[in-house]
């Protein structure tokens, strides 16, 4: 069965500093991966997503991804953190030709100091 | 284009009552799916609406239904609330059932007392 794994429940940063927020996936079959972040009380916003093609993605907000499929990781990162940047993020992989069916990482909360 | 809109943002219930939390879909989308957001249990999948037919289903008791209207609005129902319902519910839209990206709404905030 797919599984995703995110590792650090909890990762604090200093303003200025890098992000990096690890994720790996557990699945015969590269699946299309996705990070999402929210905001307390909100949903879910898609930050970027890698399906196939080229392997470092960029998304909103200065974020980047590179989907490595030999160690099965697809970790988040962001040269220098914003305050703004605060919030809970996840990782999620979706099965390629499968159902709507997305599978979360437990999130990680980023909290960035001033 | 208006997002994925999710009604009521909050409603407190009270054990062995039962609940419906409506969400609508992004104009033009056609496939609906709703997760279950908790503290102890993450994000975990309930069901796929598309065409009105249930598509998939997560692993929850059956007391969690759902389903879809023909302009793809969606409800869900949980009937026999407990307390460990008490969670955010969101609605997912995508243009079509396998659609690679899905959009989220707020969500609906459900406290079971």
């Known amino acids: 069965a797919q599984s995703v794994t995110q590792l650090g429940s909890h990762v604090s940063v200093s303003e200025g500093a890098l992000v990096l927020l690890r994720c790996n996936y557990s699945s015969s079959v590269p699946p299309y991966l996705f990070w999402y972040v929210q905001y307390p009380n909100q949903g879910l916003q898609l930050l970027l997503k890698y399906t196939t093609g080229a392997t470092l993605v960029k998304g909103i907000n200065g974020f980047e991804a590179e989907f490595k499929k030999s160690e099965t990781s697809f970790h988040l990162t962001k040269p220098s953190a914003h305050m703004s940047d605060a919030a809970e993020y996840f990782c999620?992989?979706?099965?390629?030709?499968?159902?709507?069916?997305?599978?979360f990482g437990k999130g990680t909360k980023l909290t960035v100091n001033p | 284009k208006a997002g994925v809109t999710q009604t009521p943002r909050y409603l407190i219930k009270t054990r062995g009552q039962q609940v419906t939390l409506s969400c609508s879909p992004i104009?033009?989308?056609?496939?609906v799916s709703w997760y279950q957001q908790t503290p102890g249990q993450g994000l975990q999948f309930l069901f796929e609406y598309f065409s009105e037919t249930q598509r998939n289903k997560g692993n929850f008791p059956g007391r969690f239904s759902g389903r879809q209207f023909s302009n793809s609005r969606s409800e869900m129902n949980v009937s026999t609330l407990e307390l460990g319902d008490s969670a955010l519910y969101l609605c997912?839209?995508?243009?079509?059932?396998?659609?690679?990206?899905?959009?989220f709404g707020p969500g609906t905030r459900l406290t079971v007392l």
């Open positions: 104009s033009g989308h056609r496939s």
């Open positions: 997912a839209s995508s243009t079509t059932s396998g659609s690679i990206e899905q959009f």
């Open positions: 999620a992989a979706k099965l390629q030709g499968g159902s709507e069916k997305l599978v």
